[in-house]
């Protein structure tokens, strides 16, 4: 058994004996009744021999208790390695002593598991900047990719429409060209006069010295239903011989290029492989049906021809 108090066996456990170099018991227990037998109730006197319960520290004499004199010398020389309980406790003691042994080790486990923790939260706080940093970063290029897609809500790119020579390095005269071909475009061969074009410009734009060459209109128009409205007519450019290789799309940002780009790579690889009716809707690739496949088959056509083109669009 643990002998864990904080007082001295000798203190409680035993004597009464003047014979037995030990110190005297208390006037009062140490439950603080006084101190009367545990059994007969009667006083315990100091030339009687007695021996107090460690754990409800009740005296007892030594006959009542049944304690032989040789049991009793032998807990007297036993030291801090014996105890005595009286017979009510004994069970109780064993049961307390396991339970306070099964509480040691919970607690053990509680303390590593305690210990582990705190190692974890200190890894965690260092992680806490660099978190909040990258939460930073992400929020930054969200807010940045909403505002440049609001930028281009009211925008088309136009491929294919003739450079003139003049388009840059001689400002307006370029501009007006390509403002007065657009709008031919737009009001006369698509016959849509309500679909206004603000502005329009060349992308990618020329560096000193570089000479011009094909470079996709950027067509800003009035508002974005405008805009909707030339990206659903544009189909109506097929067949017309003088508008081939002449394609209208929406303005993407790099990240909607890119993403675009991916996608119709995947679904040339998919096509490839064997895979049927595939065609883009929303951003994915599904399977369509039949006729479907066949109505949007001009499209898809169409915009993997731009698709590649895209990529090189500032
Ligand atoms: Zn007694
Ligand atoms: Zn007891």
Not at 3 to 32: F, I, Q, W, Y
Not at 63 to 84: P, R
Not at 86 to 96: E, G, L, W
Not at 240 to 259: A, F, H, M, S
Request: aromatic content about 4%; charged content about 35%; proline content about 3%.
């Amino acid at each position: 058994m643990a002998s864990s108090s904080k007082d001295k066996p000798h203190d409680r456990l035993k004597t009464r004996s003047n014979s037995l170099p030990l110190l005297n018991a208390p006037d009062v227990s140490k439950s603080g009744n006084p101190k009367n037998c545990g059994k007969c109730g009667k006083f315990v006197k100091d030339n009687t021999k007695a021996v107090c319960c460690e754990f409800c520290s009740v005296w007892f004499h030594t006959k009542c208790e049944g304690i032989s004199d040789e049991i009793y010398n032998f807990l007297n020389e036993g030291g801090e390695q014996i105890h005595w309980f009286c017979k009510k406790c004994n069970d109780m003691a064993i049961d307390v002593m396991k339970l306070v042994q099964s509480l040691k080790e919970k607690n053990d486990l509680l303390e590593k598991k305690i210990d582990e923790l705190s190692q974890q939260v200190e890894d965690l706080s260092s992680l806490k900047d660099d978190f909040a940093g990258k939460v930073r970063d992400i929020v930054r290029e969200e807010v940045k990719e909403i505002k440049d897609k609001e930028e281009r809500a009211c925008n088309v790119v136009i491929s294919s429409i003739p450079e003139s020579v003049a388009s840059d390095s001689k400002g307006d005269e370029g501009r007006r060209s390509d403002l007065e071909k657009v709008n031919y475009l737009i009001h006369e061969v698509l016959q849509a006069p309500d679909v206004k074009v603000v502005t329009t410009h060349r992308v990618p734009k020329l560096r000193d010295g570089n000479a011009s060459f094909n470079r996709k209109t950027v067509v800003k128009l009035e508002a974005p239903n405008q805009r909707n409205k030339l990206l659903r007519i544009a189909k109506n450019l097929r067949g017309k011989e003088e508008w081939q290789g002449v394609y209208i799309n929406p303005d993407l940002t790099v990240k909607e290029r890119k993403k675009d780009y991916e996608l119709r790579k995947e679904l040339k690889h998919r096509r490839e492989n064997g895979e049927h009716n595939l065609v883009l809707v929303g951003g994915k690739i599904v399977v369509s049906n039949r006729r479907q496949a066949n109505a949007s088959s001009f499209l898809l056509r169409s915009h993997s021809h731009v698709g590649s083109q895209n990529m090189q669009q500032q």
